[in-house]
Nanobody, 124 residues
Framework: QVQLVESGGGLVQPGGSLRLSCAASGSILSIDVMGWYRQAPGKQRELVAVISSGGTTNYAGSVKGRFTISRDNAKNTVYLQMNSLKPEDTAVYYC??????????????????WGQGTQVTVSS
């Protein structure tokens, strides 16, 4: 019913920048919180940044001041601008969204949806 498609990952040198995008599609009535998480090899998935539908943001301490999350509500899209990248930022980055959908019976249901992940590698 809902798909989140991420793009923008890749290989970058330390100190470089990348911009991730995540577009939601499907039987969407509304989207509340959208966010980015990451998972490095051998580690648990962790929160990177979240943004409410009204634009309130919250960041992990390790990325504060370097990463910026934003969203375009008209396009159901969330972005993550990543600057001053470090090797420890290397991970698979996942998009997450809280989405209210309309069902086939005409009711509403809220669910949390995940994208497929995009690899970010920071290395010289």
């Amino acid at each position: 019913q809902v798909q989140l498609v991420e793009s923008g990952g890749g290989l970058v040198q330390p100190g470089g920048s990348l911009r991730l995008s995540c577009a939601a599609s499907g039987s969407i009535l509304s989207i509340d919180v959208m966010g980015w998480y990451r998972q490095a090899p051998g580690k648990q998935r962790e929160l990177v940044a979240v943004i409410s539908s009204g634009g309130t943001t919250n960041y992990a301490g390790s990325v504060k001041g370097r990463f910026t999350i934003s969203r375009d509500n008209a396009k159901n899209t969330v972005y993550l601008q990543m600057n001053s990248l470090k090797p420890e930022d290397t991970a698979v980055y996942y998009c997450n969204a809280g989405v209210v959908v309309t069902t086939a019976t005409g009711t509403f249901r809220r669910g949390a949806y995940w994208g497929q992940g995009t690899q970010v590698t920071v290395s010289s």
